[in-house]
């Protein structure tokens, strides 16, 4: 798919409108249930299926919306969903990256413990969290995410809080599980959550929007661990423990306000209108989708969860070759995101002078993960951004092992920074883009993610308080997984142009015609009318 769709076709402009259909043509409640999401409430399980039947009904096309306003309707989605999206994950992102503001305040020494503790500290959070990231999402497709979200982010700012009152090295191992535990479900439910509002081109700006709130969160932590430090004494407890408490009561606070502020799913909206709703759902059942003379071949995706969809996904090889590339972008954020403080403290500055230092290079990185998202949802493209982004990573990394000078060390970590930031949505978007249907996808994104975050138990140790003050040793690790990731993405893309023009053959054969809809629907991406996102 080299352009950006035109959602909007004209023709068939006498094709009937959505509400041409009666409600006796609908699914009744009981038969809807197993159309969709089980919530408890009959009335809103059938209104699901109501607006998915009208969605999918006989000689409903792109022209039956032509008089709605799209963009417009893209704003009222945006207006209403990414701002708290993007303050959940502020607050994620602020809650498991905290420790390395905390360290360079006293941690390591108040609670006596060895720079290897301190990294195994950092390490069991990601067995936890990638362990319950899966089930988390499947979770999320059973509950309600106005529900589930909130409930998980409850459970970790009551972690986080009691963090701070922990009195040795295993008390903060503990916590730091049950930290992983609890934070599993947040992002790869959030980047789940938006393929479900918006379709494969629109959806990397928006987990740019809400994933700028992790660089966000690295120059807001500096800030405000830098005014919390002040509070050493208050209450006879340190300043770092003051870090884990306050933040973990904002985390509380926000998560009690998001049970009533976020919205579920497009057929429940209350801000869109019925026709809006189904064309929302309309354009998410029909992305992806190459049709044939005389718009044959048009499947609507199966989004019924059944258990062959979630064993697709662990079958899928696309899946498991984007995990390197994953790799290769996960190890350096989480190597930035826990050791930027101490990188830039041990190239002579004090400890209030480093956490301010890092304000900058997140502020410049979540400007530029909007705007590369920006470019590559315009020209309809995912793999040469994130290829570009892993090349200055690859430069910034060789900039802090090849020199000695703090200047020069410190203008890498920034050029690091400021490429790994807009390439990890887009790698997330990419995968996203080409798994059909939306269990398989749940569960591909929750694969990809989890998996993918055991580069961060890695990248955990991969600096050592022995290799201060250089650490060319993490930069170098850092630099071999980048490399990695780039190899993984040529094989990906490669293997998905083949595939797409095999697919274009096929189709001018006339393949398609020897399929049924549920037949061809079931295949989901593996569909010869399914064509992969470059």
């Known amino acids: 798919m080299d352009e950006k769709p035109n959602v909007l076709r004209t023709e068939d402009t006498d094709s009937p409108s959505p509400h041409d259909y009666s409600q006796s043509d609908l699914p009744s409640a009981q038969t809807s249930r197993r159309h969709g999401f089980s919530f408890g409430h009959s009335n809103k399980t059938v209104e699901i299926a109501r607006i998915r039947a009208l969605a999918t009904a006989p000689g409903v096309n792109a022209a039956s919306f032509a008089h709605l306003d799209e963009k417009k309707i893209l704003r009222k989605m945006d207006l209403r969903l990414i701002p708290m999206l993007a303050l959940l994950y502020l607050l994620s992102f602020l809650d498991r990256g905290n420790v390395g503001n905390a360290k360079i305040e006293g941690l390591v020494e108040d609670l006596h413990m060895t720079g290897p503790q301190y990294n195994w500290c950092l390490t069991v959070f990601f067995f936890t969290y990638a362990a319950f990231e899966v089930p988390s999402n499947l979770l999320l497709k059973k509950w309600r995410p106005s529900v589930w979200l909130p409930t998980i982010m409850v459970a970790w700012g009551v972690v986080m809080t009691l963090m701070g009152i922990v009195r040795n090295y295993h008390g903060l191992l503990i916590a730091r599980l049950f930290l992983g535990v609890t934070e599993a479900g947040l992002f790869p439910g959030v980047a789940y959550y938006i393929t479900m509002w918006y379709c494969r081109h629109e959806a990397q700006l928006r987990q740019a929007l809400f994933f700028s709130a992790a660089s966000i969160a690295g120059a807001f932590s500096g800030l405000l661990a830098y005014g919390i430090a002040h509070m050493d004494g208050v209450g006879s407890l340190e300043g770092w423990r003051w870090i884990f408490i306050l933040e973990g009561i904002l985390t509380v606070v926000v998560a009690i306000i998001s049970y009533f502020v976020l919205f579920d799913f497009p057929e429940t909206a209350g801000f869109l209108t019925e026709e809006e709703k189904v064309f929302v759902v309309y354009r998410l059942k029909y992305q992806g989708q190459e049709e044939g003379a005389n718009g044959e071949g048009r499947v609507a995706q199966d989004d019924t969860f059944k258990w062959k969809h979630v064993k697709a996904a662990f079958l899928d090889w696309q899946i498991w070759l984007n995990v390197w590339v994953y790799?290769?972008?996960?190890?350096?954020?989480?190597?930035?995101?826990?050791?930027?403080?101490?990188?830039?403290?041990?190239?002579?500055?004090?400890?209030?002078?480093?956490?301010?230092?890092?304000?900058?290079?997140?502020?410049?990185?979540?400007?530029?993960?909007?705007?590369?998202?920006?470019?590559?949802?315009?020209?309809?493209?995912?793999?040469?951004?994130?290829?570009?982004?892993?090349?200055?990573?690859?430069?910034?990394?060789?900039?802090?092992?090849?020199?000695?000078?703090?200047?020069?060390?410190?203008?890498?970590?920034?050029?690091?920074?400021?490429?790994?930031?807009?390439?990890?949505?887009?790698?997330?978007?990419?995968?996203?883009?080409?798994?059909?249907?939306?269990?398989?996808?749940?569960?591909?994104?929750?694969?990809?993610?989890?998996?993918?975050?055991?580069?961060?138990?890695?990248?955990?140790?991969?600096?050592?308080?022995?290799?201060?003050?250089?650490?060319?040793?993490?930069?170098?690790?850092?630099?071999?997984?980048?490399?990695?990731?780039?190899?993984?993405?040529?094989?990906?893309?490669?293997?998905?142009?083949?595939?797409?023009?095999?697919?274009?053959?096929?189709?001018?054969?006339?393949?398609?015609?020897?399929?049924?809809?549920?037949?061809?629907?079931?295949?989901?991406?593996?569909?010869?009318?399914?064509?992969?996102?470059?």
């Open 327 to 534: 790799w290769g972008i996960v190890a350096p954020l989480y190597g930035i995101s826990l050791f930027l403080p101490t990188i830039i403290k041990e190239l002579g500055y004090t400890s209030s002078t480093a956490q301010l230092l890092t304000v900058p290079i997140y502020v410049t990185a979540a400007v530029l993960a909007v705007a590369v998202a920006y470019a590559s949802d315009r020209y309809g493209k995912r793999s040469p951004f994130i290829l570009v982004c892993l090349f200055f990573m690859a430069v910034g990394f060789i900039m802090c092992i090849a020199s000695s000078k703090p200047g020069a060390i410190y203008a890498g970590v920034f050029i690091v920074a400021c490429a790994l930031y807009p390439a990890f949505p887009g790698n997330i978007t990419w995968l996203s883009n080409n798994l059909a249907g939306s269990t398989k996808r749940a569960t591909g994104q929750a694969i990809q993610i989890a998996m993918g975050n055991l580069a961060g138990a890695m990248a955990s140790n991969f600096y050592r308080a022995q290799d201060a003050p250089h650490y060319r040793l993490g930069h170098s690790l850092e630099l071999g997984f980048i490399v990695v990731g780039i190899f993984a993405l040529v094989i990906i893309a490669m293997n998905y142009r083949r595939i797409n023009k095999r697919r274009d053959r096929q189709m001018a054969e006339g393949a398609h015609a020897g399929y049924t809809p549920e037949e061809m629907s079931a295949l989901g991406d593996r569909a010869v009318t399914f064509r992969y996102f470059l």
